[in-house]
């Protein structure tokens, strides 16, 4: 493994402390480890000229179209061709919870962060929502490079706390967002299963292509505590006191059959559904970002 691939792991970016930095060693150590893997799908194929406009690089300037015309003109590739893309990051309470050193909530911001370059890089436009139990804050897509400080400065100031409401937010968001985008949404999705399926599916019959990352923490999958103990609510606060080794195996029954039937519901609507946790490589995450980027026209 090349030394900048280390930082694909979630327990090593948390040792470092600025978020730009972050986003940039999570990016680089990906397309590192792309050049190398069998994934497809990453690729600058030339599609078409346009003029040229304040803010864009010099050197993408043709010289030699240059020389004909007498006008200035970049080269466009198929991969800027104007994705809007909308990053949903849940900062409700329960995205405190943490076995380990990394909250789910870290692990959405890494990725995040990862995403916004990465989208940046390739010339599309990203946007940021964070919510808890409502729109917290709304940043509109844009893709010129200043932009990119702007939604790390966000995404670096997010705390997890009080309660969520994914529904009534996606629904919202379903609304507002006009032109037809990609959303990316990274949440533990604690949430009426129903209503958060009815959400997802507004966003397809707005036309938007829709990318779940199902954030959780590797505890609340396995369920291997081993001793009674007394659970808490991070959003309501409310306890309850039970012996893990008791319930453990209906448990996982259950979560896994929740899981499946997510994943089966969410095929039938043609959207991407990702179950991860908080200790996968980032890696993974774009990898799946990558293909949903494949499939947009």
Known sequence: MESYQQFLKPEVLAKLKQIDLKARLVVEGFLAGLHRSPYKGFSQEFAEYRSYLPGDEIKRIDWKLYAKTDRFYI???????NLKAYLLIDASGSMRYASGKISKLDYASYLAAGLSYLLIKQRD?????????????????RSNPAHLKV??????????GGDTNLANTFHKLAEKIK?????????DL??????????????????????????LDKNELDFTFSQPLILKDLETSKEITLDPRVIRKQYQ??????????????REHMIDYNPITSDT???RALFEYLQKRSKYA
């Open 125 to 141: 436009s990203v946007g940021l929502v964070t919510f808890t139990t409502t729109l917290d804050r709304y940043i509109p897509p």
């Open 253 to 266: 029954k259950t979560i896994n059959e929740y899981f499946a039937d997510f994943k089966i519901r969410c």
């Open 151 to 160: 939604l790390l400065h966000a995404i670096d100031a997010l705390k997890a």
């Open 179 to 187: 032109r037809r985008g990609l959303v990316i949404i990274l949440s």
């Open 75 to 81: 080269k466009e590739y198929e991969e800027e061709t």
């Open 190 to 215: 604690f949430d009426n299963k129903e209503n958060v399926l009815s959400a997802l599916k507004h966003f397809r019959h707005r036309k938007h292509e829709v990318l779940v990352f199902h954030i």
């Open 281 to 283: 490589p980032l890696d």
